[in-house]
């Protein structure tokens, strides 16, 4: 059993743990996860989480090390129990809704793919968030590379999602009234931004000019397409 670059758990508790874990079965430990090897029976999967559960519920540090392990072996015994997360939530002393995030995370993030830069609750925001493999490989990535909080990382999400989400994605109807309206109010939001502030673009040299056109084509296309219907000549060509 190894343990990966990084914080090794630590603690009386924890070591004690780790000594008492069947080697033959436990492929890697960390403090992001437990890796299996594979044909473990029923009985003995039974008591390792019955272990870890018991030690869960008697420390009070590394408790984010021991719930990712129980979510490992939950995600390990898919179908060898039948409702007992309950059970072993309590003899953890943890919330039943926080181990079924747990192996939900699990499943979702194998322990190869974890971060030892990123803390169990940074992967819990992006295994609760996606399951799209390649989806989690980039918001663990982006997460170490900016390192951001689990507070940051929380909000990008939530921004991201909602981006993803909202209507614009999906076309709306020519006539529909909340298209109308959003669409006329972000246009006034961009105006105001502009307005504000005149020095920082007046200020742009040539390169970076030519991003912010290519950036703004739907919005050059829109103003064309509303000059020709009330009348007006085109915008002038890019570079006159």
């Known amino acids: ?27 890697q430990a960390s403090p992001l996860g437990l890796a299996l090897r594979p044909g473990m029976d029923l009985q003995t999967w039974s008591a390792l989480v019955a272990t870890v559960a018991q030690s869960a519920g008697r420390v009070s540090r590394d408790r984010d090390t021991l719930t990712a392990w129980l979510g490992d072996l939950l995600a390990y015994g898919e179908g060898k129990y039948r409702g007992q997360i309950a059970e072993y939530a309590t003899a953890a002393g943890l919330d039943p809704g926080t ?26 925001e992006v295994g609760r968030a996606f399951k799209d493999p390649g989806e989690i490989k980039h918001w663990l990535e982006l997460a ?27 076309p709306a109807a020519a006539g529909e009234p909340n298209a109308v309206f959003t669409l006329l109010n972000e246009l006034r939001s961009v105006g105001r931004i502009v307005a504000r ?44």
Not at 4 to 14: C, I, N, S
Not at 99 to 124: D, E, F, Q, T
Not at 208 to 214: G, H, K, P
């Open 144 to 170: 170490v590379t900016e390192g951001l909080s689990v507070r940051a990382l929380r909000k990008r999400i939530r921004l991201h999602l909602a981006d993803v989400a909202a209507p614009d994605h999906a």
């Open 1 to 27: 059993m190894s343990h990966p670059t990084g914080k090794v758990p630590d603690g009386v508790a924890l070591n004690a743990l780790l000594g008492d874990l069947p080697q033959e079965h436990i492929q």
């Open 197 to 240: 502030h005149p020095r920082v673009w007046a200020t742009w040299t040539p390169s970076m000019c030519e991003l912010a056109l290519s950036e703004m084509n739907p919005l050059i296309e829109l103003i064309d397409a509303m000059r020709t219907r009330v009348g007006v000549g085109r915008s002038p060509p890019r570079g006159s």
């Open 99 to 124: 181990l079924r995030v747990a192996k939900l995370v699990c499943l979702r993030i194998p322990v190869l793919s974890r971060h030892n830069a990123l803390s169990w609750s940074h992967h819990c």
